[in-house]
């Protein structure tokens, strides 16, 4: 009898994700939210029950636990990897800015985004409408730690809580630990430098535009600059999102390079051509798995992409997930058939598992076993990347982040 018991606690506690032994690689699955159901639901209990209202970024700890930003729910909140559970472990719902400094669950938030974990445990958020990036502590406690609250700019090399942001988005902690983040709004990168204690500029000029490729970072104009990737040689990526491009950012001489899209909107360069001479539409997350495969999110049209870099004149491009149809055809599927809304933040665990934010479906989702996958000899070619009447502005509609 006790061996019964046992058998079927241990059934039960990997219902969730034990299942995932069932999906062959490249399968898609779902890991939280209702599809098209916006709105807020669900705490304590199945997180595929829960409801979720655009969620736009996400993360997993060292033990498997998801954590995404439920931004125009305002809160942060986690998926159990054992049980499958969803609660909330930041924010009250409410939008706003109280109790920084405190109970993170008693603190409010406003349009979260981004989020990342450092080797500690802790949680950084980019707390869009507030103006700032906010620490969660393993222990529960919020905190601020850049940004004053007002939206502006008002110089560099300022303390980080003296200084003024403008709708933060990507949040990324390099190698050495130290956070850095993208201050969408005033066109830049930006770092909490650890050695000086100060706020520095590290991508871009403040001024939005398009160019500098080649030359050092602190000279290049960004447009909308959102998702940030560190690979494990402490080479950063950035996702030039209104210039529909990638940068990569050369440590050691601190250069910048595009290394995918041709800057202009649209949707080419399926598997034969260099990825600079690809296009894409308001690419947005961004990871790197463990063979430093660089994927990101065409967010517009529909995919995830994944970029194999031999050098910058040797690369490719190459659809993984998203028939290029917007919409949602289902799950336990290969991921290039799935249809996807406005796929956003991603995350590839040390176990391969790739997960993402399909926005506009208002889910949480994983693709299985991702860096073994490989693309499909022919591409489905729904849809060329032109603007439709709603998706012109998109950072404004989707991010909330304003012109």
Known sequence: MRKTITFLLMSLSSVFLGAQSFYAPGQIQDVAGTPGKRS?????????????????GVAVDRRGNIY????????IRKVDQRTGRIETVAGTGEKGF???????????????????????????????????????????YLYTVAGDGRKGYNGDGMRPKASSLRNPTGVAVSPRGEVYFSDTGNHLVRKIDRQTGTLINVVGTGERGNDGDGELA???RLNRPSSLVFDDKGNLFVADTGNHQVRWIEPRKTLTFVIAGTGRRGFSGEGDRKCTDSQFSNPTGLAVDKKGRLYISDTDNQRIR??????????????VVGNGKRGYNGDSMDAWDAELAYPGALFITPHDMLY???????????????STVDAPVTHHAYGTGAAQPDERNFLQVLFGIGK
């Open 306 to 319: 994944r970029l194999v870099v031999e050098s910058r004149m040797d690369s490719k491009v190459e659809t």
């Open 68 to 75: 995404f930003s439920d931004t125009l729910n305002h809160r």
């Open 98 to 140: 109280k109790n920084d400094g405190g109970n993170a669950e008693m603190a409010t938030l406003n349009g979260p985004t981004g989020i990342a974990f450092d080797t500690l445990g802790n949680l950084y958020i980019a707390d869009t409408g507030n103006q700032r990036i906010r620490m969660l502590t393993p222990n529960g």
């Open 40 to 56: 807020f639901a669900g705490d304590g209990g199945d997180s595929l029950a829960a409801r979720l209202a655009n969620p736009l």
């Open 218 to 220: 602190s000279n290049t």
């Open 356 to 370: 993402f934010v399909d926005t506009g479906n208002n889910l949480i989702r994983r693709v299985h076993r991702i």
